[in-house]
Each structure stands twice: as C-alpha cells, then as structure tokens.
C-alpha cells in the first residue's frame, strides 16, 4: 500500500533540498523496505524476472558509464564539464534512477507475494478513487493540494488539473495507469462503468494532449494483434461508442490545446530535436553517452538532429528552448523516459525495454486473467509504452513499473 501510494506523489517540495529524486517518497519508502527485507532473509535477495531484469540493467549502464567518466578525466585532464559541473556526480545521481526502480519493482513484487489478489484488486481501486477525489479537490479548491506540490504558480481555479504531479502530462499518465488497472482488476461492472466515466472525465480536466490518443492507439494496436476476426467484429460493438467519447473528447480538448503547441512551435521542436537527438546519438555513442558524461558529449549528435530537423519540418523550428538548454546546460535531456535512457545508454537501453515489454506481453498470455482482462492489461502496456517513448519522462514516474508488477503478480499467482 505505501509504495502504491508513494507512485501517485511526484512534487514534493522536499525536492527543493534533495534534488529532482526528494519530488516522490519512493525512494525511501523502498530504501526502509529494501533493508528491512535484507535483513529478515539473512542478506539473501530473492529476485524475480522483473526485478533481475533491472538490477542488471543498472549495474551494467552504471559501471559503462563510470568507464566513461574515467576515460573521460584521461582525455580532459578533469572532471568538470563545461557547464563546472562534475560529471561524476552527474553520473551517480542520474543512475539512482534506475536504483530506485530496481527497489521499486523488488519491494513491490515481494510484499504481493504474502497478499491475496483481492487485497491488491481494492487497493488499486481504492487508490484509483483517491485519485479521482483528488482531481475534485483540486478543481474546486486547488490550493489545498499547495503542501504536495514545490510550487502552486499557474495553477489556479479552472486551470487544468495535476493531481499530485509536476505538470499534466504526468499527472494523466499515473492517473490513467492507476485506473486502466483499476478497471482490469475489478469484478464487479459497476464499479468498472464508474471508473471508465472517471477515466474519461479525468482526464477532459488534466487536459493532456496526448494520453487519450495514446490510449486510443494503444486499444488499435491490441485490436489488430492480438484478436481474430470474430473477436474483433464482436469487440466493435464495445469499441465504437467509447471511440465515439474518445473522438469528441479529442475534437474539443485535446486538439485546440495542440494548436496551441503548433502555433508557439517551442514544445513541438523541443520534442522533435530532442527525439532525433537520441537516434543520433546511437550512432556516435552506441553504448549511449553516459549518465554524467553526456552533459559534455552531446554536443555532436544533437548538432545533427538540429540540422535533420530543420531538413524535415515543414515549418521553421523554435530553437529557443534547445539553445537555452545549451547555453545553460538545464535541463538538458530528451523529452521521452525511453528516449534519454538510449542517450545514457545507447543500444543497452532499446535492448532492455524491448525485453521487458516482451516479457509483459508475453506474461499477459500465460496468466489465468480472463479474456476482457487479458485486452485490458495488454492496452495499459501499450499505452504505458507509448507514453514513456513519446510523452513522458520518467525520472520519478514510478507508476510506469506498476503494469509489470501487476502482470508479474497474476502471472505468478496463475
């Protein structure tokens, strides 16, 4: 229950002290539950797939990515970049990240193994209605929510709605995963038909541009792969009245806040410069540009996307934003989880999140999860997958490990 909670909280003003990692209590909610499990198994880890799966993948980009800081002093004769910043220190605090999520996933599958599947099904729930009361709340009275978040500037009576998150990107994405699973794990259709109609109301409040397309998509892609013909002609008639408030959510919502984007261009061409940023770094530094090194190596690969990127718009990029992150070097990173972690990392990170999505997917088939559960589980994948390629950073976005616990959870318990 309280590392489930500590997913939903990701603006602390502690944040202000402890850096950008103090914003979620994660990481010592799973520091306390870590140690505490250390020592009531006589310092023996138990590992399952998921959290081998990232404790391999940190200590393998971490000791890389040290490589490059040593080699890095060789050829620089320091340890500081350019910006005075040590790239050791870079180093350290950007891959606790992954530390942490290692922990997460760890601690999480663990204490679920003692729990019935019940008892996670009305937490979820319960969570997922928590959540729901809290976009309330902070409709009508956002200044409430003031001590969870570092700051309150901008938000106000009618703004839209960031529940316990930074901005409302994020907000949507931990909100929608927490109910797309509340509504996968509950059995009573009720409480389903409640939590579809506060999906969709929720998420006409946080205003994000793109978590319903991206649930949306994540349904197509599900529909198309995953289904038979009579499966598929059977699922239309569930399918079309939904695409049908989807559509008109959309229509009114989301894309009048896009033309926003569009008009201004500066969020568009961050994103754009930044997403081609990565794949060129794939081919500058295939073992990625390391965690605290990167800060000194970007230089080239994002030059590139630069110019492909003036090459392929259509209209004149707002380089305003990507030539404050250079001068400054705040900032600095790709607007995308996957994405900056194949700048980190290189090849190792595509590796990675392709076998972890693949086990997910896999895991979904051999659980005993009935069929719409099946559907449901594997859209939330997908949707969490395309958010965090394309949407959503996912520096203390804990909530994007909790399908793959899930999953591990039904399948384990199959």
Same mark, same amino acid.
């Given at each position: 229950?309280?590392?489930?909670?500590?997913?939903?909280?990701?603006?602390?003003?502690?944040?202000?002290?402890?850096?950008?990692?103090?914003?979620?209590?994660?990481?010592?909610?799973?520091?306390?539950?870590?140690?505490?499990?250390?020592?009531?198994?006589?310092?023996?880890?138990?590992?399952?797939?998921?959290?081998?799966?990232?404790?391999?993948?940190?200590?393998?980009?971490?000791?890389?990515?040290?490589?490059?800081?040593?080699?890095?002093?060789?050829?620089?004769?320091?340890?500081?970049?350019?910006?005075?910043?040590?790239?050791?220190?870079?180093?350290?605090?950007?891959?606790?990240?992954?530390?942490?999520?290692?922990?997460?996933?760890?601690?999480?599958?663990?204490?679920?193994?003692?729990?019935?599947?019940?008892?996670?099904?009305?937490?979820?729930?319960?969570?997922?209605?928590?959540?729901?009361?809290?976009?309330?709340?902070?409709?009508?009275?956002?200044?409430?929510?003031?001590?969870?978040?570092?700051?309150?500037?901008?938000? /106000?009576?009618?703004?839209?709605?960031?529940?316990?998150?930074?901005?409302?990107?994020?907000?949507?994405?931990?909100?929608?995963?927490?109910?797309?699973?509340?509504?996968?794990?509950?059995?009573?259709?009720?409480?389903?038909?409640?939590?579809?109609?506060?999906?969709?109301?929720?998420?006409?409040?946080?205003?994000?541009?793109?978590?319903?397309?991206?649930?949306?998509?994540?349904?197509?892609?599900?529909?198309?792969?995953?289904?038979?013909?009579?499966?598929?002609?059977?699922?239309?008639?569930?399918?079309?009245?939904?695409?049908?408030?989807?559509?008109?959510?959309?229509?009114?919502?989301?894309?009048?806040?896009?033309?926003?984007?569009?008009?201004?261009?500066?969020?568009?061409?961050?994103?754009?410069?930044?997403?081609?940023?990565?794949?060129?770094?794939?081919?500058?530094?295939?073992?990625?540009?390391?965690?605290?090194?990167?800060?000194?190596?970007?230089?080239?690969?994002?030059?590139?996307?630069?110019?492909? /990127?003036?090459?392929?718009?259509?209209?004149?990029?707002?380089?305003?934003?990507?030539?404050?992150?250079?001068?400054?070097?705040?900032?600095?990173?790709?607007?995308?989880?996957?994405?900056?972690?194949?700048?980190?990392?290189?090849?190792?990170?595509?590796?990675?999140?392709?076998?972890?999505?693949?086990?997910?997917?896999?895991?979904?088939?051999?659980?005993?999860?009935?069929?719409?559960?099946?559907?449901?589980?594997?859209?939330?994948?997908?949707?969490?997958?395309?958010?965090?390629?394309?949407?959503?950073?996912?520096?203390?976005?804990?909530?994007?490990?909790?399908?793959?616990?899930?999953?591990?959870?039904?399948?384990?318990?199959?």
């Amino acid at each position: 229950m309280i590392i489930l909670l500590s997913m939903t909280l990701n603006d602390l003003p502690v944040q202000a002290f402890l850096g950008m990692l103090g914003a979620s209590p994660m990481w010592a909610a799973s520091a306390v539950i870590f140690i505490l499990f250390l020592i009531q198994n006589k310092f023996r880890l138990y590992l399952d797939k998921y959290s081998r799966l990232f404790m391999f993948y940190f200590l393998l980009t971490f000791c890389i990515s040290l490589i490059q800081c040593v080699w890095y002093y060789i050829v620089e004769g320091t340890i500081l970049n350019s910006y005075g910043v040590s790239v050791l220190s870079k180093h350290i605090f950007a891959s606790s990240y992954y530390f942490f999520y290692f922990l997460t996933v760890y601690c999480a599958g663990y204490v679920l193994r003692s729990v019935s599947g019940t008892f996670l099904s009305k937490t979820v729930i319960l969570i997922a209605f928590i959540m729901t009361l809290i976009i309330v709340i902070e409709f009508v009275a956002p200044d409430v929510l003031a001590p969870f978040h570092l700051s309150m500037e901008g938000y /106000g009576v009618g703004s839209r709605q960031r529940l316990l998150s930074p901005e409302p990107s994020i907000a949507a994405f931990t909100f929608n995963i927490f109910l797309l699973l509340a509504i996968t794990l509950s059995k009573v259709n009720l409480v389903r038909l409640i939590l579809w109609g506060a999906l969709l109301a929720g998420n006409m409040l946080i205003g994000s541009k793109s978590s319903l397309v991206l649930i949306m998509f994540g349904g197509l892609l599900v529909f198309y792969f995953n289904m038979t013909l009579i499966q598929k002609l059977k699922s239309l008639f569930a399918l079309i009245p939904i695409a049908g408030i989807v559509i008109y959510t959309i229509i009114h919502t989301v894309l009048p806040a896009l033309m926003v984007d569009i008009e201004n261009f500066t969020s568009v061409s961050t994103r754009l410069i930044t997403s081609l940023w990565a794949v060129c770094s794939l081919f500058y530094y295939p073992l990625g540009e390391g965690y605290g090194t990167y800060t000194a190596w970007f230089v080239h690969p994002l030059e590139a996307a630069i110019s492909i /990127g003036n090459n392929l718009a259509p209209f004149s990029l707002n380089l305003s934003e990507i030539n404050d992150m250079i001068d400054t070097g705040n900032y600095l990173s790709a607007k995308s989880g996957i994405l900056f972690s194949v700048i980190h990392s290189g090849f190792m990170a595509v590796i990675f999140y392709f076998i972890v999505f693949r086990n997910a997917f896999r895991d979904v088939q051999e659980t005993n999860a009935g069929y719409y559960q099946k559907i449901l589980l594997r859209i939330t994948l997908w949707y969490s997958l395309l958010s965090i390629l394309f949407a959503v950073n996912i520096e203390v976005l804990y909530a994007f490990l909790l399908p793959f616990i899930v999953v591990n959870y039904l399948k384990t318990n199959s």
